[in-house]
């Protein structure tokens, strides 16, 4: 676990991160390591806050390190702005932005609107967007670096049924990181991109309750990790400053759709027909 791996080195002392969408799951997780392994933190988010802060607060070590939250919509600029730039007044740049704001809404293609489509993109495209824009100018102005990293997904780099609104979202996120991660590499800025298999969080049980019986089908396939397993992996990329951090089998799936992409379509159209097959609509 992360925890007796680096915690001895204590990696964060003196830093802090801004944790957008850390309130619950994979970024609350990555915010009681990142407070364990030395550092501060700000987690901003639309609920859940409080119990967050209990549940890290107690992991400092020293009387150096802080948690703050902010209740906020990531996607609003207009109200994101003042509260991340009175965070900054007080506290300095944060060394990191660690985006996980998403959700999933799984369903059959047929069953969406396009204010589905709308909201998914606005959420996990530009709830992850707005924060950096906020923060990178801070980058640019300090000429001292940073870090960015967002969250993108196995779907980033594939698509299964049921996940229209979803999927390309993800894939919009591996755009965006893939180009910032070029453009700001000379100016001393690292940028990594997270692509989390099926994780066990509160966003996942959600996600079930609309998902097609086909789609749950093809999930259990890839299996799923505790979010505290993501986490491990995320430190991990990013004390190694990885750009794409794979956690479980989806550095597996990763490497077989990049070198046989037409194998794996037909892997995953097979299990699909036999789904379909198993719920009597063959």
């Known amino acids: 676990m992360a925890k007796s791996r680096w915690v001895k080195q204590q990696p964060f002392a003196n830093r802090s991160a801004i944790i957008a969408g850390g309130s619950q799951g994979i970024g609350l997780a990555v915010a009681r390591e990142f407070v364990r392994l030395g550092g501060s933190v700000c987690v901003v988010a639309l609920g859940a806050l409080e119990g967050a802060r209990e549940e890290v607060e107690p992991l400092r070590r020293d009387g150096t390190q802080f948690v703050e939250t902010l209740l906020c919509?990531?996607?609003d600029m207009e109200k994101l702005r003042p509260m991340l730039e009175n965070y900054i007044e007080r506290h300095g740049v944060p060394e990191y932005l660690f985006n996980?704001?998403?959700y999933a809404y799984a369903q059959y293609v047929e069953r969406l609107t396009l204010a589905d489509f709308r909201r998914n993109m606005d959420v996990n495209y530009y709830g992850q967007l707005v924060p950096t824009l906020i923060i990178l100018p801070h980058y640019l102005a300090g000429k001292r670096g940073g870090y960015i990293a967002f969250t993108s997904s196995m779907l980033g780099y594939m698509g299964i049924m049921g996940y229209s609104t979803y999927s390309p979202t993800k894939h919009a996120l591996v755009g965006l990181a893939e180009t910032l991660r070029h453009e700001l590499k000379p100016l001393g800025i690292t940028v990594s991109i997270l692509y989390p298999p099926d994780t066990r969080t509160p966003g996942f049980d959600k996600e079930n309750q609309s998902k097609p019986a086909e789609c749950a089908m093809l999930s259990e396939t890839a299996g799923s990790l505790a979010p505290e397993e993501v986490a491990e992996a995320f430190i991990g990329g990013i004390l190694r400053r990885t750009f794409q951090i794979l956690p479980g089998?989806?550095?597996?799936?990763w490497r077989l759709f990049r070198h046989f992409p037409g194998v794996v379509r037909m892997l995953i159209?097979?299990?699909?027909?036999?789904?379909?097959k198993k719920l009597g609509k063959a």
């Open 249 to 253: 089998k989806a550095k597996r799936y």
């Open 269 to 276: 159209d097979w299990d699909y027909v036999k789904a379909r």
């Open 73 to 75: 919509d990531t996607t």
């Open 100 to 102: 996980f704001v998403g």
